[in-house]
């Protein structure tokens, strides 16, 4: 059943958005309020659908990553020297520390592997990691990955996995970007470290569903 907006109400609900943050989707209804909140609704329920698949491939990655570096150097790796982490890095490991004492939770391996950001899992891709931690460690961490797969291809989907999150955390408008190829990189990513639990993320996935009865995004 369709939502009523009545003028009072459409009103009411621009002062509680905002204008700044339905100005995107005004520009694309050419300033029918109306409309505009229609798409807002409709990037809530397409940013709500990605939820799973981007948990999936954010757990999924983080503990191959972890495992391999475990191999490597131990697993309090995070703090092992020979990692070499640039500054970024380490602030991060300092930050994700520091939440942990905040909630006087134990400073173990496990937790601050699930406190990391996505962030740090994508920057420890970065160029300045393809001799100390990629060749001979994090590679291997996607067994199933294309032949040949290099960092910078592994770390160009991580990031622009990373950005797709990172606008739908923040309730960012995502319609026009490509859901359906971004959907198909998140599986993509999720089987290169393993081929059934890619299978059981896009079975659980409501992004499927989502683009057959919402894609592309249109308004009446």
Known sequence: MAYSYEAHVIAKLQTAL??????????????DVSKAIQLYVLNVELSECFYTPL????????????????????PAWYDNPTCRFEFAQRQKIDQAKESLRSEAKPITPGRVVSELSFGFW?????????????????????????????????????????????????????????????????????????????????????????MTTKWPPTVT
């Open 122 to 210: 994508t920057g420890i891709l970065g160029r300045k990691y393809e001799n100390t931690l990629w060749r001979h460690h994090v590679r291997q961490a996607f067994p199933n990955g294309p032949t040949n797969l290099t960092r910078q291809q592994a770390h160009a989907a991580l990031d622009r996995i990373r950005r797709l999150r990172n606008r739908i955390m923040h309730h960012e408008p995502v319609l026009a970007r490509n859901l359906p190829e971004e959907h198909a990189l998140i599986l993509s990513v999720i089987g290169w470290v393993c081929s059934d639990t890619q299978a059981w993320v896009k079975f659980h996935s409501r992004v499927h569903f989502a």
């Open 18 to 31: 905002s204008t700044d943050r339905l100005s995107s989707y005004l520009t694309q209804t050419k300033g």
């Open 55 to 74: 948990q999936g491939v954010e757990v999924v990655v983080r503990n191959a990553m972890d495992r391999r570096l475990s191999v490597g150097f131990g």
